[in-house]
C-alpha cells in the first residue's frame, strides 16, 4: 500500500487536491510568530519563476521528483550520500555540535511496521549559532541509514519562530537536494499542528511535488490523531509540543479519544499486546507463540527468502489488522493465499513491538546499551551471559527461534540485500526498549550494534 495509511477509524488528510483540511490557524489563535516576513516569500517566488518549470513535468519515466545535484550549493562532498557520513580527507565530520540539540529522533516502527523519524521545530537553536547547512548534511547521515527500508516522517511545527527559523531559500534548496532515493520510501509525512505558514509553503513548492508524493502528506491538528497511526506511548513528543497541544485542546473543548478508552479482557487466544507468559499460557506450554511460528513457517520457505527487502517493506494497512484480529481469535491464516510475503513480515515485527514486554525484558536493557563500549574479548562472554543467563528461559526459546531464522535470511543477503546490519536495524528496535523512556536516536545506535552482534555470532551464543 503506497500512499500514508489506511483511512479506517479517521478521516485522511492530504494535500491531493485544493481542498485542504484547516490548519489549526484557522480556529486558534495560537499560531507562533510568522516564521518568515513577506519579503522573503516573494524573493522565493522569483527565484521559483526563473527555474525552468519543464524540469517538474511528469513523464512516464518519472514521478515528478527532482534528480538534480545539488551538493555542492549545500556544501556536499561527492559521494557523502553513499558513504553515510561527511568526510573531509580521511576524517569523517564530527555532528556532535548538531546532535545535541536532539532535533532529529528516531523512534521505532509504526502500526505499519515502518521506521519512524521525528523532526521537532521546537529544538532548533537560535540562528546566531546554528550552522543549517550542517545540519542538512547530519540530516542526510541520518536518513541514510533508514532510507532503503520504508520509513514515516513526523514533523512537529510548533516552536519554530523568527529566532530560529531556517532561510526560506535554504528551505527551498534543501527540499530540491531530496533526491528520488528519500522520497522513495517515504510512506507518510505527518504535518501536526500546521500553521498558515504551511499552506503558503506547500503552494510554493507545488510546482516541484508530484502527486504522488503529495498523497503522502497529512495534516495532524491535535496529537490525539497520530494515535491512528503511530504508536503514540512509543513516540519522542518533547514537552514543548505536549504543552502547546493541551492548550489547543482547551481552546476548542476538544477532549482526546483515549479519555474515553476503557480496559478490554484479553481473549483467550490473544496475541498481540500481551505477554510472553499469557500467551505460553494459553498455547499448551508452548513458548512459542503461534504467530510467530506461522509467520517464520512462511518465511523460511526458499522462494520467499529470496524477496528483496524482505522486512524492510510496509504492507497493506487493512490486511495487517484483519490479520491481527484472525490471531487473537485463534483462526488458522494461511500466508499462501495474500502473495505477499511482505505482509508476514511486518506481521512478525508488529507482535514483537506490541509485546507488553520486550523479548530481551526491561531489564537487560542498560546492559544493552552499554555493550558497545566493551573491548572486542570481552563482548562474547558478556553475550553469553546476557541471553543465556540473565534472559527467562521462554524469551530465551523465543529469541532463539526467531535469531535461527534470521540467519537463514542472512544466508540469502546476495538475494535479499537483508545482511546482519540491515536485519539489526530492522529488528533491534523491536527486540528491546527501555520501561521508562521515550526511544532516541542516541539509543538506536547501541541497540542496534548489540542486535547484529546477536546475528553475526549467533552460533556461538546460542548454546547452552
Known sequence: MDDVADKDGGQQRHFS???????????????????????????????????????????????????????????FEEGARKSGAIETGQEIEDFSDISKYEIV???????????????????FPSNKIFDHNKFFRYLMYTLDKYVEIDYSLVYFHFGLSSKNKPPMSWLWQTYKAFDRKYKKNLKAL??????????????????????????????????????????FDQLYIPQQVIEHDKKILEKNSKLPSSQSSTFHTPLENQQF??????????????????????????????????????FRRSANTRLVKELQIAFNEGQEVNFDKFMDPHLPAVILKLFLREL???????????????????????????????????????????LKYIVTFLAKVMDRSDLNKMTSSNLAIVFGP???WSQNMQATLSSMGPINNFAEYLLAHQEQIFTK
Open 356 to 398: 507488553l514486554e520486550p523479548v530481551l525484558t526491561f531489564d537487560l536493557y542498560g546492559d544493552i546499551i552499554g555493550f558497545q563500549r566493551l573491548p572486542k574479548s570481552e563482548k562474547l562472554e558478556v553475550a553469553r551471559v546476557l541471553i543465556i543467563h540473565r534472559l527467562p528461559e521462554d524469551n530465551y526459546e523465543v
Open 105 to 123: 529522533e528516531v523512534t521505532g516502527d509504526d502500526k505499519c511496521g515502518r521506521k519512524v523519524i521525528v523532526i521537532s521545530a521546537c529544538k
Open 17 to 75: 487536491d485544493e481542498s485542504h483540511s484547516s490548519s489549526l490557524s484557522d480556529c486558534h489563535d495560537y499560531e507562533p510568530q510568522l516564521e518568515f516576513d513577506d519579503t522573503e516569500l516573494e524573493q522565493t517566488v522569483g527565484d521559483m519563476e526563473k527555474e525552468d518549470s519543464g524540469e517538474y513535468l511528469e513523464s512516464p519515466v518519472s514521478d515528478g521528483t527532482i534528480e538534480e545535484n545539488f551538493e555542492e550549493q549545500l556544501g
Open 430 to 432: 523491536n527486540l528491546v
Open 190 to 231: 505527518y504535518l501536526v499542528h500546521p500553521t498558515g505558514f504551511i499552506k503558503v509553503l506547500w503552494q510554493l513548492f507545488r510546482p516541484a511535488i508530484s502527486v504522488k508524493f503529495g498523497k503522502k502528506v497529512m495534516y495532524v491538528n491535535y496529537l490525539d490523531e497520530l494515535k491512528q497511526y503511530l504508536r
Open 273 to 310: 499486546k500481551v505477554t510472553l507468559q499469557f500467551i505460553k499460557d494459553h498455547n499448551n506450554g508452548d513458548p512459542i507463540p503461534p504467530v510467530v511460528r506461522r509467520c517464520i513457517e512462511y518465511l523460511q520457505s526458499p522462494d520467499v527468502l529470496e524477496t528483496e527487502g524482505l
